[in-house]
């Protein structure tokens, strides 16, 4: 981390810019790709499975400078996050649940900015953040293209992902469990095998089992929980890799879950209390406020940094109705609970019935950001894609980074020439 943030130039590299604006090389070696995939399925009993829906065939050139405001901006982020009286505000506003903390400070993390003339900017915080082990593989399948070779092609971190991801899972063990050996992982989801993100589930079982771990993926309802022992089909659960979007485990069909999880009979990472105090959109509007980020304790360096890289947010209240409606082309709408771009607006695009929607509703109105851009090469055409950055970090460490590019008004994998790209660093 720069001793001083705050000195990193705020403005776009203009390398980064034009490569990004007039480079359409295909960086992805489909060859080496699939070697990669066939490796890592093989020996899973399952066929190749259809990825070509997640995966972009260029890079995103993202300057150097900038990956390190991204994480400086994440440390400052997660250095908040411990303040007493950060906990005591986020944990207000929490369900219950969230209020019990067995230590495990969740694994893969995702922190999502966006790129411009004014530099990084964080638009979201997930847990759970799903592509990981996707964008591993596809980092490894790249060529240089269009670029000074002085520059690394990808994240230096990919060389130890494998290990780093490991030992991530191993410390939340060791957090929660001390010495004792970790026997069982359940990667957890509704009707896992549905799921878009599932060829991911088998990668990261993959991953365990190769370091003797047993791993299974399972639905949570096919958990049973009894004399202390959360269990699946008879098989005692060490720990589970959580990818619910029930936050809070608030379902029927996770009861046995919870009442394990707050027996501490299980490990559960992320858990609930990870995702109450990084990922609530509602913590976007103390991360920008920077007196209230002063008179907690927070230092000048740090304070600085997230009001360059955390835009403004605010909590929507009716008795803002008329200013929020007024304002509402330079703000973004979104729903405290929501997750996966369900539910949220540009302020531009709103409608009134909408607007009353969102004020009856629980929302955050944050200030727009416009995402960066890449240009693709679609058979003969050129055209613009949309860029979203994100690292995925543990403990507030970079285990990777990746973009995603994309059209129309939120992240999706439905747009030709996009999805996941990996980030060569000019």
Known sequence: MPDDPSDIPQTANTDADRLNRHCYCITLDRDALNASL???????GVGLPELDQFFADTAVFVPTADIATMESAVQAIESASRFPSYLKQVLSWAPEIAQFDPGPVGAFMGYD???????????????????????????RAQRRCCQPPRAPAVSPALDNFDDAVFNMFNAEWQTQRGDSRLSRVA???????????????????????????????LDPAEFEYADGVLAAGGQHIDMVYNRLVDFALESPRHAALRRAYLDGAVVVTPNPRTHAVLADKRNL???????????????????????????????????????????????FFKPVSGHGSKGVYRGDK?????????????????????????????DDTVTT??????????????????????????????????????????
Request: aromatic fraction near 10%.
């Open 187 to 217: 990667i957890v989801d509704e009707a896992p095998e549905s799921q878009f993100m599932y060829p991911e589930f088998q990668m990261a079982q993959r991953l365990f089992s190769a370091r003797g771990i047993e791993t299974l993926i």
């Open 285 to 331: 509007t103390l991360l920008s406020d920077s007196p209230t980020l002063r008179e907690w304790g927070m230092d000048t360096v740090n304070v600085k940094l997230l009001e360059r890289t955390v835009p403004k947010a605010r909590l929507v209240s009716r008795d803002d109705e008329a200013q929020l409606w007024r304002d509402r082309r330079s703000l």
């Open 385 to 426: 894609g949309k860029v979203d950055i994100r690292l995925y970090t543990y403990a507030g460490k970079t285990l990777l980074t990746a973009a995603r590019i994309y059209k129309g008004q939120t992240t999706n994998f439905r747009t030709p020439g996009g999805g996941f790209a990996p980030i060569f660093q000019v």
């Open 38 to 44: 066939r490796d890592q399925f093989s020996g899973t």
């Open 113 to 139: 900015f966006h790129l411009g003339a004014d530099g990084p900017q964080l638009i979201e915080i997930n847990t759970n953040a799903g592509g990981a082990f996707l964008n591993a593989v596809l980092a």
């Open 350 to 378: 709103l409608t009134k019935r909408v607007f009353e929607n969102i004020l009856e509703g629980d929302y955050i109105a944050q200030d727009l950001v416009p995402p960066g851009e890449r240009g693709i090469r679609i």
